[in-house]
Antibody, heavy 123, light 107 residues
Framework: QVHLVQSGAELKRPGASVKVSCKTS????????IHWVRQAPGQGLEWMGW????????GPGQKFQGRLTMTTDTSISTAYMVLSSLTSDDTAIYYC????????????????WGQGTLVSVSS | SSELTQDPAVSVALGQTVTITCQGA??????AGWYQQKPGQAPVLVWY???NRPSGIPDRFSGSSSGNTASLTITGAQAEDEADYYC???????????FGGGTKLTV
């Protein structure tokens, strides 16, 4: 069974950076993009960016450009997200999600999700 | 603000049919995916594209698309379907993804 297992909760001070890992198993890591999505308390889902384990490329969303870094380590099938210059507005649950793609109708979605990592930012 | 628009809340009687909609300009070019999220849990993909229901999702869930609107229909809603539902698609550039604001479904 395919798994995405994320690192544990983090408490950070404003201005600091946080690194969240997403270890995958039981599928070919380099075949599918990994996306990062966050959810602030009581709010909806917010897409942050994608990373391509095959090429090493990454595409942060416009809101996060300049402070979101996404990487992958194919030797251990793990994706990482680093968000810098944290503020209280970054307090949220952060999810990694595996991409899927249907060639018959050229549709995509996030078919598997990590369990989420709570990042709290407070002084 | 989100580029995909959803009604904040919808209700349905047990066993009846309900449709949740998602509107956005990018939906004229790209299909939507639909996610169910229950309190304290990660989202679950329940439908994507024109005809894709992931393994393990009950066949009472189905999706459709017309113009700038994507729809998720639950035929014979069950109590366990009470949850938040989010649509997602590519943005107008096709390079990034975006989520709708979510719809709270009450059964």
């Amino acid at each position: 069974q395919v798994h995405l297992v994320q690192s544990g909760a983090e408490l950070k001070r404003p201005g600091a950076s946080v690194k969240v890992s997403c270890k995958t198993s039981n599928y070919t890591f380099t075949d599918y993009y990994i996306h990062w999505v966050r959810q602030a308390p009581g709010q909806g889902l917010e897409w942050m960016g994608w990373s391509n384990p095959h090429s090493g490329d990454a595409g942060p969303g416009q809101k996060f450009q300049g402070r979101l870094t996404m990487t992958t380590d194919t030797s251990i099938s793990t994706a990482y997200m680093v968000l810098s210059s944290l503020t209280s507005d970054d307090t949220a649950i952060y999810y990694c999600a595996k991409d899927t793609y249907s060639w018959s109708d050229q549709a995509d979605g996030f078919d598997l999700w990590g369990q989420g990592t709570l990042v709290s930012v407070s002084s | 603000s989100s580029e995909l628009t959803q009604d904040p809340a919808v209700s349905v009687a047990l066993g009846q049919t309900v449709t949740i909609t998602c509107q956005g300009a990018s939906l004229t070019k790209y299909y939507a995916g639909w996610y169910q999220q229950k309190p304290g849990q990660a989202p679950v993909l329940v439908w994507y594209g024109r005809k894709n229901r992931p393994s393990g999702i009950p066949d009472r869930f189905s999706g459709s698309s017309s113009g700038n609107t994507a729809s998720l229909t639950i035929t014979g809603a069950q109590a366990e379907d009470e949850a938040d539902y989010y649509c997602s698609s590519r943005d107008s550039s096709g390079y990034h993804r975006v989520f709708g604001g979510g719809t709270k479904l009450t059964v």
